[in-house]
Every structure is written in structure tokens, then in C-alpha cells.
Nanobody, 121 residues
């Protein structure tokens, strides 16, 4: 079984910074893309940033220039450095990974339980 565990959420003032971490554990063959999503109250879950296994990245327009996604493949981990936070960044942030459990098996999506980020003065 694959587990994703996020950490690093909390309360921060507007303009502040936070770093989220997510580590994958369990038995699996490989991890493809890793990503961060978020879901604000009353809104649908949206993609924030994605990092492929080849280290290319992509960001939602709303976070470009403020957030940075990075991976440590040796630790099966992904991070989200969030700078210049705004109240509209308030949401539960979820880690997502495309995992191949065994060689040649299909990719399967796994999700963490989420970590709350609140941006408020």
C-alpha cells in the first residue's frame, strides 16, 4: 500500500512564506509525476503545481512566480515553497503522485489527506 503524508501547513500572515512537504512510503516500483492540488472552501479542487519524474514543472497561473515545486527522488518526496502568500491561497493542500506499484503495471493516482494553509492577518 502506498501512502502520501503531507506536512508544513499552518497559519501565516499575508506576504509570508510556508513550505509544504510530502513523502511517499510503502511498496512500489516507481513514482511518475508528483503534484500539489488545493481546495478552498466551497470550491473545486485545483491543480497548483506539478513536477514530472524528469524534473520539468508546471504551475497554475495564480501561483506562477510565487510558488516553487521541487522533488527529492531519493526520498520519494515533493515540496512546495510558497512565497508572498495571499488570503486567496487559503485552502487544504493535497499531495498527489502517479505511482507504478510493480514493473509494467498501470500508473495509479494516490492522494494524501491534505494539510490546511490559512493566510490571514
Amino acid at each position: 500500500q502506498v501512502q502520501l503524508v503531507e506536512s508544513g501547513g499552518g497559519l501565516v500572515e499575508p506576504g509570508g512564506s510556508l513550505t509544504l512537504s510530502c513523502a511517499a512510503s510503502g511498496s512500489f516500483f516507481s513514482i511518475n509525476a508528483m503534484a500539489w492540488y488545493r481546495q478552498a472552501p466551497g470550491k473545486e479542487r485545483e491543480l497548483v503545481a506539478v513536477a514530472t519524474s524528469g524534473s520539468s514543472t508546471n504551475y497554475a497561473d495564480s501561483v506562477k512566480g510565487r510558488f516553487t515545486i521541487s522533488r527529492d527522488n531519493a526520498k520519494n518526496s515533493v515540496y512546495l515553497q510558497m512565497n508572498t502568500l495571499k488570503p486567496e491561497d487559503t485552502a487544504v493542500y493535497y499531495c498527489n503522485a502517479g505511482v507504478r506499484v510493480r514493473y509494467a503495471s498501470a500508473l495509479r493516482d494516490y492522494w494524501g489527506k491534505g494539510t490546511l494553509v490559512t493566510v490571514s492577518s
